[in-house]
């Protein structure tokens, strides 16, 4: 790569820039991956942590309620689930949470945030709707439409919400006027997770495409002004495979230090912002699209690169 290494230190100036953009954009994509999975963790982590498949109301249009807008009669020997969004207060405090009630569990769980906003302790007294419970743990449960979960018996959340019926059935076996949702889906029994995530996915893919456009129109631009040197290269008897190949590794080289740095400076910057927003690392997405960047960059240099392979030096240099 002795001509592309020349180029760049030569023209210090457009290289530097181009690789500053590129790691800006890399920047935003771990940015924005590491906040969609934030995001994905304060909607569903509850329901993911659920053991199997659901089953929910059947809806108007066939397909399964949302875990808010099922209700669904408890069957005996299937165990249920109860969600509702509600208020848990202690003194004069009062927070939102979304009381999950099982029909298999016998003690009343609150995460330790909300345990330490509303100063509650094992044993504490706190009032669940206008229904008073005693604390019996204090854990991690997770969260459900970026509320804290509750985790409490079936029975309890019925009373503390006045409900008769509850919102699942925890089970794969056929209940008539209910349909079956597989563990996998479950993210999709959450009101407005489906569209919350399709957003991020699209501003996420848009980025990587844009990156692609962004190198692919750099190289295309400067091969055109390089025609000439080349031309000239050709004629002292350089091959198109060396051209091509010393094109792709300048390309390669530029793309990688712009990645780079762009990964170092987005992790730190999700790091930092992690104490203020959601955000989670997410290390198979993100190397997954700094990898996507990484060929599609490439694709869009090596098309951009097409006209070394066909510089003819006679021509070039008449021009």
Request: hydrophobic share 50%; glycine share 10%; charged share 15%.
């Amino acid at each position: 790569m002795y001509i592309g290494w020349r180029e760049i230190r030569d023209a210090r100036g457009r290289f530097t820039l181009i690789t500053g953009v590129i790691a800006v954009l890399t920047l935003m994509v771990v940015m924005l991956s590491s906040l969609a999975a934030g995001l994905d963790d304060e909607s569903t982590s509850a329901v993911r942590a659920l053991p199997g498949d659901v089953r929910t109301q059947t809806a108007a249009d066939g397909a399964a309620s949302s875990l808010t807008d099922s209700r669904v009669v408890p069957t005996a020997g299937v165990p249920a689930l109860g969600v509702a969004t509600t208020r848990i207060t202690a003194g004069e405090r009062a927070a939102a949470v979304s009381a999950f009630g099982f029909s298999d569990v016998d003690t009343v769980t609150v995460d330790p945030t909300t345990a330490s906003a509303l100063g509650l302790t094992t044993g504490s007294t706190a009032t669940i709707g206008s229904t008073p419970v005693r604390i019996d743990t204090i854990a991690v449960v997770g969260k459900y439409a970026h509320t804290p979960v509750l985790r409490m018996p079936l029975s309890l959340w019925q009373e503390a919400t006045g409900r008769d019926a509850a919102s699942a059935l925890l089970t794969d076996r056929y209940i008539p006027g209910t349909v079956r949702t597989a563990h996998r889906d479950l993210p999709s029994l959450v009101p407005g997770y489906s569209s919350e995530h399709s957003s991020l996915l699209l501003i996420q893919a848009l980025l990587v495409g844009v990156s692609a456009i962004v190198v692919g129109g750099f190289f295309a631009v400067w091969t055109g002004q390089r025609v000439r040197a080349l031309a000239v290269v050709r004629a002292m008897g350089a091959s198109r495979r060396y051209l091509l190949r010393d094109g792709l590794g300048q390309a390669a080289a530029v793309l990688g230090v712009g990645l780079v740095v762009g990964l170092s400076v987005g992790s730190l910057g999700a790091w930092i912002a992690s104490s203020t927003v959601p955000i989670a690392v997410d290390l198979t997405a993100t190397a997954g699209l700094v990898a996507g960047m990484a060929v599609l960059g490439m694709a869009g240099a090596g098309l951009a690169l097409r006209p070394l392979v066909r510089v003819d030096p006679l021509i070039a240099l008449n021009r």
